[in-house]
T-cell receptor, first 113, second 115 residues
């Protein structure tokens, strides 16, 4: 089955700097890669996603890149703000309608003002 | 966007009792729902896949007789934790997979505390 590795487990950045979180996956059949942000005690919120037919996607300060050959995908947050502090999870899925997301272990991002 | 509700949001119970958690898709039909458990400072761990009208598929290590799942309609799945023990205390989150989308939408979660 699918296995998703996520690094780093914790990340501290100064406000205004960029943050990068990286994930690798094992199943070449995976073709959908969402990123979730989870604040303490709350549900994961989808912040951006990418499909395997696209190499990069951007939404304001957030971007995701995908390298299918290397089975890597990354989350990039620019101009970080204190409210970006949260736990971020990557996930992968072989889109078939009935398969669950496989999550990475999460990255705790702290943005220091 | 799709909305998934979960009830209750938190519950405290005595050891040995059973607790039922409901997960509803409010504005779309969910053919498949997933139940996750999340311990403090850990990732979401899939417990089971719930398909409408059929038996749930449990992940390895999850006791199907302890965690009863029912998905009787396209908008409702329930998870019953039977004979709960303190080690079952956790954050339980459901997600619903719509019929026409890859995206999974999460419920707000239920924090279970077993005394």
């Amino acid at each position: 089955g699918e296995n998703v590795e996520q690094h780093p487990s914790t990340l501290s950045v100064q406000e205004g700097d960029s943050a990068v979180i990286k994930c690798t996956y094992s199943d070449s059949a995976s073709n959908y890669f969402p990123w979730y942000k989870q604040e303490l005690g709350k549900r994961p919120q989808l912040i951006i996603d990418i499909r395997s037919n696209v190499g990069e996607k951007k939404d304001q300060r957030i971007a995701v890149t995908l390298n299918k050959t290397a089975k890597h995908f990354s989350l990039h947050i620019t101009e970080t703000q204190p409210e970006d502090s949260a736990v971020y999870f990557c996930a992968a899925i072989a889109s078939s309608g009935n398969t669950p997301l496989v999550f990475g272990k999460g990255t705790r991002l702290s943005v220091i003002a | 966007g799709a909305v998934v509700s979960q009830h209750p949001s938190w519950v405290i119970c005595k050891s040995g009792t059973s607790v039922k958690i409901e997960c509803r898709s409010l504005d779309f039909q969910a053919t498949t729902m997933f139940w996750y458990r999340q311990f403090p400072k850990q990732s979401l761990m899939l417990m089971a896949t719930s398909n409408e009208g059929s038996k749930a598929t449990y992940e390895q290590g999850v006791e199907k007789d302890k965690f009863l799942i029912n998905h009787a309609s396209l908008t409702l799945s329930t998870l019953t934790v039977t004979s709960a023990h303190p080690e079952d205390s956790s954050f339980y989150i459901c997600s619903a997979h719509g019929q026409a989308t890859d995206t999974q939408y999460f419920g707000p979660g239920t924090r279970l505390t077993v005394l």
